[in-house]
């Protein structure tokens, strides 16, 4: 099948899309998962240690932070 063109794009856009496309929610999905995971295991230590709570708390602060910091290292912004 040499020669021939490749399939165009059905919608007649064949310009690539803007190089900013999704870095929002890339960020947010940063901020929420970094809270989620280290606060889970926040959690966790607070279970094992028998807080109520208190690691959990500085887990999601972490988890905040660390999620601001890829967003500054990886994004740029």
Request: no cysteine; proline share 9%.
């Amino acid at each position: 099948m040499t020669g021939q063109e490749p399939p165009r794009n059905p919608s007649g856009d064949d310009d690539p899309p803007p190089p900013d496309t999704g870095m929002g929610m890339t960020a947010v999905a940063y901020l929420i998962s970094g809270m989620l995971v280290w606060g889970a295991i926040g959690w966790l230590v607070d279970h094992y240690v028998g807080t109520k709570g208190i690691f959990a708390g500085i887990g999601a602060v972490v988890g905040i932070a660390g999620g601001v910091y890829l967003i500054v290292r990886r994004l740029g912004a």
